[in-house]
């Protein structure tokens, strides 16, 4: 379904997307190290529904963690029961107040012998300062700013329609993250500086490159991809500044450069590439690739230099034009590349470091 489902999330402004628990526990196993004695901030998860909390959770001391905290915004339309906590007389409504959930221990209170849901909930119920009410819960609200200044780490799945912003403070505040979003929004005029700068990557991802999201909102899936609850959406991934394991694998280059094979582009100086895996081992000036290639990008192999899109006109610098030789072109609306006329989808124009001629 490609984006349409994300693209309508943000025209809508409808951001109510619950990521699986099994999407955290495949993305989150290769990050393990850099959770030990730090304090994690999930400011976008509602206990009631949200997955991150419970992973965090329940992963509290296998993690070596030193604080958990989890923030939401004036509660959910999904009606989530992950925890069941009986809030007694503490909220009258919780699911319709923001408020901020505060774990330092979580220990085998209920002396069942296991460390699980259930004894973060006796903690919630037994000493209630870990539990307070928020002002609106918005992660731009200054009470919320202060909590973000406390975590060493971010790991949430934030309002898709409210990405850019998002994004946005945690570089202002220079924090280490680990967050779910479209993976077009990686060419956002906004981000993509970030990603040439080696500030923003792409972790491991979502089986297939796409997710099941537990949503309000009606799935267009088919039949064969249809789940109950949910909601199909293509094109998703993790953004991450984490180091990574995946992040120092080189693509193994297997094919030659010929001008027949890669023709150059009508608008640029550079050739185009259609798929990550024919990226030629010999060659060594400029090339245009899909932005799927971010996903294999090693920094060690490559040089980013720009991209060839809607965005490259408006916000490309003038050196970066003049180095890839842009040149408008009547099909290239903006920056988008053009071969023998017919104009290209979204490319990443890189540069391999160490070319085998």
Avoid at 254 to 266: G, L
Avoid at 269 to 295: C, E, H, Q, R
Avoid at 303 to 331: C, F, M
Wanted: proline share 5%.
């Amino acid at each position: 379904m490609a984006n349409k489902n994300l693209n309508a999330a943000k025209t809508a402004k409808k951001d109510e997307f619950y990521t699986q628990l099994v999407d955290i526990e495949r993305e989150l196993q290769h990050y393990w190290p850099h959770f030990r004695g730090k304090t994690v901030l999930c400011n976008c998860d509602d206990p009631y529904e949200s997955n991150f909390f419970k992973y965090f959770a329940l992963r509290f001391n296998q993690l070596g963690l030193k604080r958990l905290i989890c923030t939401c915004y004036n509660g959910s339309p999904v009606q989530g029961n992950e925890l069941m906590i009986d809030w007694g007389d503490f909220f009258d409504e919780p699911k319709k107040i923001a408020y901020k959930v505060e774990i330092t221990e979580v220990r085998d209170l209920n002396g069942d012998g296991a460390v699980d849901l259930s004894d973060v909930r006796y903690l919630l119920q037994n000493d209630k300062n870990v539990l307070s009410t928020l002002k609106t819960g918005d992660f731009r609200d200054p009470e919320c700013i202060e909590l973000l200044k406390q975590a060493d780490i971010v790991v949430t799945n934030p309002p898709f329609s409210l990405f850019r912003e998002y994004v946005a403070q945690l570089m202002e505040y220079e924090k280490k993250f680990l967050i779910v979003g479209n993976q077009g929004a990686i060419i956002y005029k906004e981000i993509f500086p970030s990603v040439i700068n080696n500030k923003i990557w792409l972790g491991y991802g979502f089986k297939g490159g796409a997710a099941h999201f537990v949503s309000p909102y009606q799935d267009t899936a088919t039949a064969n991809d249809h789940r109950e609850g949910m909601i199909r959406v293509s094109g998703v991934h993790w953004f991450t500044n984490l180091d990574i394991p995946k992040r120092n694998e080189s693509i193994d280059l297997v094919c030659k450069y010929t001008p027949k094979e890669y023709p150059s582009f009508d608008n640029y100086n550079a050739i185009n590439v259609n798929k990550t895996s024919d990226i030629p081992y010999d060659y060594p000036g400029i090339m245009g690739v899909p932005i799927t290639f971010l996903d294999k990008y090693n920094p060690e192999q490559f040089e980013i230099i720009w991209q060839a899109s809607g965005n490259t006109r408006a916000s490309a610098p003038l050196d970066i034009l003049e180095r890839v030789g842009y040149k408008v072109h009547p099909e290239d609306r903006g920056g988008c590349g053009v071969v023998m006329g017919k104009r290209q989808y979204s490319r990443i124009l890189i540069r391999n470091k160490h070319p085998q001629l």
